[in-house]
């Protein structure tokens, strides 16, 4: 039996095409006639051919879905690269536009907005003593702020 429908299936003759009665009918009625020898496809290959049109078209949406996962997947990737190109490009930007604004504070040592900085030029006993016995942080003036602004700008 399933050698018959694989032959059938390999075969390409014209000779052995088959269509549904009604297809046969209609051709009738409408005065067409065939050239063929054709009779009319058994039930059985009728229903094969339904379930072929089925399972080719769920076939057909498993592809279509794994096609669009593998294209979304490479867009993800591409969108990645492009968004890191413009974060190099802001980061050194932003470097050279912050580079001044940034020292200026730094080297101003009349500057202090009581941040509690300047760890990094402690010895390991006075930075130890400054978290065992913190001291007041003095407040913001209303000059600091206004230079911080000013800078800031």
Known sequence: ????????HMNHSTTDLKRPQWRLDADAANGVV?????????PVQV???????????????????????TLRDEEAQVMANMIQ???EATRSWMAKEVRVP??????????NFGGGG?????GLKKKYKA??????????????????????K
């Open 1 to 8: 039996m399933r050698r018959k429908a694989l032959m059938q």
């Open 34 to 42: 065939s050239t063929f020898g054709e009779g009319a496809m058994a």
């Open 47 to 69: 229903f094969r051919s339904v379930a072929m049109v089925v399972f080719s078209v769920v076939c057909m949406q498993r592809l279509s879905l794994a096609r669009r996962k």
């Open 85 to 87: 190109v413009y974060v």
């Open 102 to 111: 940034i020292a200026s504070v730094l080297q101003d040592p009349t500057m």
């Open 118 to 122: 300047g760890g990094a030029d402690k």
């Open 131 to 152: 978290l065992l016995f913190p001291k007041k942080v003095p407040k913001n003036t209303p000059q600091a702020l206004v230079q911080l602004k000013v800078r800031k």
